[in-house]
């Protein structure tokens, strides 16, 4: 495995200090932000107990950005992942939300290929398994839905399939606008 296949190794020392293995200089969260921003994936362990910290400092990242006036999470959201983590769909969210960024992932690398942009992502390694993951995953989830499985469907059913697709394609037109804009 390359040194980009695998993650970046981010220790935490007693100090509360953050030190990146490859380098073997300290780091702060804008460091990390940055990491992952250019595609690097991160592993953040406390070097005394082994403890896996990286959801911890990415929840604080975020924190950090929404306090400084980056607001890209609304407030509805953010209320309903609180509601989550006190009811049963605890369970769903997490893949809701992981199948909600594939999909403003794949519109954005679709927007951007018409503009003649190549997609970065393509370049990362691992991309084609993870996007064949992702399909399996959608897959599994429309498995359970109504007209989702077996037979051969109408000609109506088709029309409302396209007219449901040029609809979730405007609505993803839409909020890509309104990302574009908070930038």
Do not use: C
């Not at 969260?29 to 991160?42: K, N, S």
Request: no cysteine; aromatic share 6%; proline share 4%.
């Amino acid at each position: 495995m390359t040194k980009d296949d695998q993650p970046l190794l981010i220790k935490r020392y007693a100090s509360r200090r953050l030190y990146n293995t490859e380098t073997s200089d300290y780091v702060t969260l804008d460091d990390i932000a940055g990491f992952i921003r250019d595609g690097r994936e991160v592993q953040i362990i406390d070097l005394k107990s082994g403890d896996d910290l990286t959801r911890q400092y990415l929840l604080q990242i975020i924190a950090e950005h929404e306090s400084r006036g980056e607001n890209v999470l609304p407030v509805d959201v953010l209320t309903d992942l609180v509601r989550s983590y006190t009811n049963q769909a605890q369970s769903v969210v997490p893949q809701f939300l992981a199948a909600s960024f594939e999909m403003l992932r794949e519109g954005q690398s679709k927007m951007m290929e018409g503009m003649g942009v190549p997609n970065p992502m393509v370049k990362m390694p691992g991309f084609e398994a993870m996007q064949a993951q992702q399909e399996a995953f959608m897959k599994a989830m429309m498995g359970g839905w109504p007209g989702a499985q077996g037979g051969t469907p109408s000609a109506s059913s088709e029309e409302e399939k396209a007219e449901d697709l040029d609809e979730i394609k405007k609505q993803l037109a839409e909020l890509q606008a309104k990302l574009s804009g908070l930038s």
